[in-house]
C-alpha cells in the first residue's frame, strides 16, 4: 500500500498549497543540495532556537520521517523566485479524539521581517485545518525567542503556559512557551488565508 507520499512521481515538486507570494510543498531529495547549503548559512541565526538537518545524513533522516503518517514538512518557497525561505513542521499528529499536532518552524536567514514567514504561516494552518482535519495546533517556542512568539501571535495563536526543560535543543534542555491555536479560533480570526 503506498503512502500519502509516495503517490507522488518521482521528481515531482508537489505544491501543497498557495498563496499570493508564497507556496508550501513536500521535501524532495533533488532539494537535498538547497536546503542544506540554506541551514549551514543558517546556522548562527538558528542558535540556540532550533537545529534543522545540516548533512546528507540528516537530511535523509528527515525525508524518511516525512513518509510517517504523523509528520508532515513543509517547504516554504517565494512563488516568484523559487526560493527555499523556510520550513515548517507538523509532527507527532494524533488523531481519534485529539486531532493535534505540534509546530515547529524557522526561516532561511535573509527572508526573515518581509512577511513571508507570516504568509507562510497562514498557509500552514489552512493545510492543517482544512486539509489534515486537525482540530488544534501546538508551537512550543523559548521564552527569548522573540520573532517566533510575534509570528505566532500574529497567526491568532495563544499563550497556554510554560514549561520547564520541556525540550532539548541543539544539546541543551530548554524552557518553552507553549503556543496552541483551535481550527474555531483560526476560522474566526481576520487575516486568514481563504
Keep these: 500500500m503506498a503512502t ?7 521528481g515531482e515538486r508537489r505544491i501543497l498549497i498557495k498563496g499570493p507570494r ?4 513536500a521535501p524532495h531529495a533533488e532539494d537535498r543540495e538547497a536546503f542544506l547549503a540554506a541551514t549551514r548559512t543558517s546556522r548562527a541565526f538558528h542558535r540556540p532556537w532550533v537545529a534543522p538537518p545540516t548533512t546528507r545524513e540528516a537530511f535523509e533522516a528527515y525525508l524518511q520521517r516525512n513518509e510517517r503518517d504523523d509528520f508532515e514538512a513543509l ?9 527555499f525561505i523556510g520550513a515548517f513542521n507538523l ?22 521581517g518581509r512577511g513571508l514567514m507570516s ?6 494552518l489552512a493545510y492543517t485545518f482544512r486539509t489534515l482535519k486537525l482540530h488544534r495546533v501546538e508551537a512550543n517556542i523559548q521564552p527569548d ?12 495563536f495563544r499563550l497556554e503556559g510554560f514549561s520547564p526543560r520541556y525540550l532539548k535543543v541543539a544539546g541543551r534542555w530548554r524552557d518553552h512557551e507553549r ?11 481576520p487575516r486568514r488565508v481563504r
Design 119 to 124: 504568509e507562510s504561516l497562514q498557509l500552514v
Design 145 to 156: 525567542n522573540a520573532a517566533s512568539k510575534a509570528l505566532a501571535e500574529r497567526a491568532g
Design 4 to 10: 500519502r507520499r509516495q503517490t507522488a512521481t518521482r
Design 75 to 83: 517547504l516554504a518557497c517565494e512563488r516568484e523566485s523559487g526560493h
Design 179 to 189: 503556543w496552541a491555536i483551535c481550527r474555531e479560533d483560526w476560522r474566526s480570526a
Design 91 to 112: 509532527s507527532q499528529i494524533f488523531r481519534g479524539g485529539f486531532q493535534n499536532s505540534y509546530l515547529g518552524y524557522w526561516a532561511v536567514h535573509g527572508f526573515q
Design 22 to 25: 508564497v507556496v508550501l510543498r
